[in-house]
């Protein structure tokens, strides 16, 4: 009879509700990246589609038995920045990610030569662009040209806030 009873003391309790430890954040892209966004959209031809933020899992693959093993590790927590996708296929074209300073610790170096890698083998083009608070419109589509992607007239010198608007940030 002991283990009834021990089955019906545990049994019965409740679990006590855990403390929230998640926060709702207050923007998808940091300030810089909504300064690229800004430029890079409208430079973008029409047939064309931005993805922000996208796993790299979402973008390769590999055998459920390389998954099992543990190389789904190496791809499922990080992301790219941008993924150029064509609008009526969704064909991915391009991926471009932002080089802030970051990108200069030894760790993330060794990040970058892993992405480097794996979209060389797969055949997606990827364009770095160092990160600033304003973006050449003109240099922008440059890049996108010497990757194959297709741009709407060029813009000229387009600031990431546009000329004359006040920051709306609010954090």
Known sequence: MAP???R???????RRPRPVVYQRRSFLLTRNE????RVLSPLLADCYRVSCK???????????RDWQRGQANRISQKHIDFVV????????????????????LPQR???DAFVNRLFRQIGVRLIRVSAQWQ???????????RAGLLVNERMGCV?????????????
């Open 159 to 171: 600031a990431g806030r546009g000329v004359g608007q006040k920051r709306t940030w609010k954090r």
């Open 85 to 104: 996708y064509c609008f009526a296929s969704s064909r991915i074209v391009a991926a471009i990610e932002l080089d802030d300073a970051s990108h200069q």
């Open 4 to 6: 009834i009873r021990s």
């Open 109 to 111: 170096r060794s990040r």
């Open 34 to 37: 909504t300064a690229f966004f």
């Open 54 to 64: 996208v796993r790299l899992a979402d973008l390769v693959t590999c055998a459920d």
């Open 135 to 145: 973006y050449d419109g003109d240099r922008i589509a440059a890049q996108l040209v």
């Open 8 to 14: 019906k003391r545990w049994g019965n309790r409740r």
